[in-house]
């Protein structure tokens, strides 16, 4: 099994400022790497997929990078909705698996 | 528009059996692959069982032998087959298309407990 571990856990920024979350996966997982967001209450959000693709609809401030093991979700300018947790997950072997979270907080 | 509808969710005890249901619209369950995702209460998600367009299927390690994913295409529903429950299976269960999920149902909680 594809072990994903998310950096940090928790991560505080200010509005409007960068935010940079991590994704390390245990072996190759080429570009077969999504994030997703999930606030308080509801089913998670596609962002990204292909390790660089944005979902439909994705504000322009969400991006991502990386290949192989090592994966980034940066966020330009954090707007109050951002403010939530996100998840990569790695669909290049089964069982697909899922990071354990970043939490995204408002500093 | 594309919307999944789970419900069969409810309190079981250790030891029983549940079985849940996906109706879709706005796209046809047999055409996709479709997928169980849980979360058991404040943690992480996981991935649980996938139902390929093709017919196969993938579970879990932690419910192989015990989940049972099927379709019926007539209905264009999802379905999942649990038995032998246990606590740990305790989680809000959502259906959800594709592996790079992009339409999640609201999902439904299932509670393990005697």
């Known amino acids: 099994e594809i072990v994903m571990t998310q950096s940090p856990a928790t991560l505080s920024v200010s509005p409007g400022e960068r935010a940079t979350l991590s994704c390390r996966a245990s072996q190759s997982v080429s570009s077969n790497l999504a994030w997703y967001q999930q606030k308080p209450g509801q089913a998670p959000r596609l962002l990204i997929y292909g390790a660089s693709t944005r979902a439909t609809g994705l504000p322009a401030r969400f991006s991502g990078s990386g290949s192989g093991t090592e994966f980034t979700l940066t966020v330009s300018s954090l707007q109050s909705e951002d403010f939530a947790v996100y998840y990569c997950?790695?669909?290049?072997?089964?069982?697909?698996?899922f990071g354990q979270g970043t939490r995204l907080e408002i500093k | 528009e594309v919307q999944l509808v789970e419900s069969g969710g409810g309190l079981v005890q250790p030891g029983g059996s549940l079985r849940l249901s996906c109706a879709a619209s706005?796209?046809?369950?047999?055409?996709?692959?479709m997928s169980w995702v849980r979360q058991a209460p404040g943690k992480g998600l996981e991935w649980v069982s996938v139902i390929y367009s093709g017919g196969s299927t993938y579970y879990a390690d932690s419910v192989k032998g015990r989940f049972t994913i099927s379709r019926d295409n007539s209905k264009n529903t999802l379905y999942l087959q649990m038995n032998s429950l246990r606590a740990e299976d305790t989680a809000v269960y959502y259906c959800?298309?594709?592996?790079?999920?992009?339409?999640w149902g609201q999902g439904t909680l299932v509670t393990v407990s005697s």
């Open positions: 997950q790695q669909y290049n072997d089964w069982p697909i698996t």
């Open positions: 959800a298309r594709d592996v790079t999920i992009d339409y």
């Open positions: 706005g796209f046809t369950v047999s055409s996709n692959y």
